[in-house]
């Protein structure tokens, strides 16, 4: 099933557990329960702006975007992080009004009973999307099935707090509990921000994935061939390297452009979704990279 398949779920059980939860909240009238079912709607409309966003960087480039748009899966998380933090903000709000003027809770078992079908719910799909995030590298998808698993253990938490206090009477437990909860949600969302912002700014490659171009470059140095300069990039699920290939100056530039097609198609077929640069240089030709007067 494509990525996109998988956010169309995703806003489809966002509607569903939204409707759990908030039934569950309207029965019980529990701050805390209150507090899941509004994360829900935010994962509506992270869910729904992703799907707009990674429709967007599958679209071919054109003439404004020539690299193409896949950096558009970033706006979707750090858009998603912003939402995480405006509803903690709002539950924090509503929970220390309760907390001030305590409310008995009533009907918990129903209540709870529909917290937890909704849990189980956005559990199997964040597992489900989680694993077609890291199959195709998409940081949009991912951002989205991690904040769905935030959701599972917040429900968790929740239960877990309704279920003692309405074994020990403890009313207070429902506000703190909600509070508890925002906290949590600000970390998840302050992880989304900071994880689009490091994609924006071109963030070098998984170090494993810099270990395996290494690798295949390995297997063609040569006492006349060697590489320096190599940078990593990735912007959405594409990833990118340039680098610079040294050898003899006396090739012909039919020799020199057939082992440049060699190198970099091993080195895409290394690694999947890999687009390579490789700039010829002879031996004796230093390339300048970097370089603090190019800044300037």
Known sequence: MPVGAYLKLSVAVAVATILLKGGAWWITGSVSLLSDAMESLVNLAGASFALMMVTLAASPPDAEHPYGHHKAEYFSSGLEGVLILVAALAIIWVAIGRLITPRPLEQLTWGLGLSIAASVLNGAL????????????????????????????????????????????W??????????????????????????????????????????????????????????????????????VDLHMHMPGSW??????ALRASVEQALMSAVPGLRATIQLLPNDVEGHFGDVDDLI
């Open 252 to 257: 012909t530039l039919r020799r020199a452009a």
């Open 126 to 169: 964040a597992w489900a999307m989680l694993r077609k995030a890291r199959e195709h590298r998409s940081i949009a998808l991912e951002g989205d099935a991690r904040h769905l698993f935030t959701d599972v253990w917040t429900t968790a938490g929740v239960v877990a707090g309704l279920i003692a206090a309405g074994a020990t009477g």
């Open 171 to 240: 009313l207070w437990l429902d506000p703190v509990i909600a509070i508890a909860v925002a906290l949590n949600i600000v970390r998840e969302g302050l992880s989304l921000i900071r994880r689009s912002a490091a994609g924006l700014m071109d963030h070098a490659l998984e170090p494993e994935v810099q270990a395996q171009i290494e690798q295949v470059l390995d297997g063609f140095r040569h006492p006349t061939i060697r590489f320096d300069h190599v940078v990593t990039r990735r912007a959405g699920q594409r990833r990118f």
